[in-house]
């Protein structure tokens, strides 16, 4: 038996979250566990793990979801299954041992800076070819 792999999200509406969990199901040919972020804000990130999941979302400017067990794979795939029409991507990154002890809005804010950085560079490196 497979261990059950999942996302936490964030920053999105019900319709919105629900169509995300959807294509990732597609894509993986798995049923993903669903957990929302919403209202959890200075929540530690484990502890709204073992909460578990809720029936609330909340459309957010910051969009955020969380691969939880995936392997590489996984993420790969994930993330060409992301739905390419009418919902925004979010920033993605896996659980780890140091960020699973954060509070959500402190991964949020690390996240937006580490992609800040790297759209930077990005647009350095590009500039300079």
């Known amino acids: 038996m497979k261990n059950p792999i999942g996302i936490l999200i964030y920053g999105y509406g019900k319709e919105d979250a629900f169509s995300i969990r959807a294509a990732l199901d597609r894509a993986l040919e798995e049923s993903l566990f669903l957990v929302s972020g919403?209202?959890?804000?200075?929540?530690?990130?484990?502890?709204?793990?073992?909460?578990?999941?809720?029936?609330?979302?909340?459309?957010?400017?910051?969009?955020?979801?969380?691969?939880?067990?995936?392997?590489?794979?996984?993420?790969?795939?994930?993330?060409?299954?992301?739905?390419?029409?009418?919902?925004?991507?979010?920033?993605?990154?896996?659980?780890?041992?140091q960020n699973m002890h954060w509070k959500l809005n402190t991964l949020i804010e690390h996240l937006k800076e580490e992609h800040r950085l790297w759209t930077r560079q990005a647009r350095n490196s590009h500039e300079e070819q």
């Open 38 to 97: 919403a209202g959890k804000e200075e929540w530690v990130v484990l502890d709204i793990l073992d909460k578990g999941p809720e029936d609330i979302f909340e459309e957010k400017e910051d969009k955020l979801v969380i691969f939880l067990a995936f392997n590489q794979d996984q993420i790969d795939t994930a993330l060409r299954g992301f739905p390419e029409q009418g919902i925004r991507r979010p920033i993605f990154c896996g659980l780890t041992m």
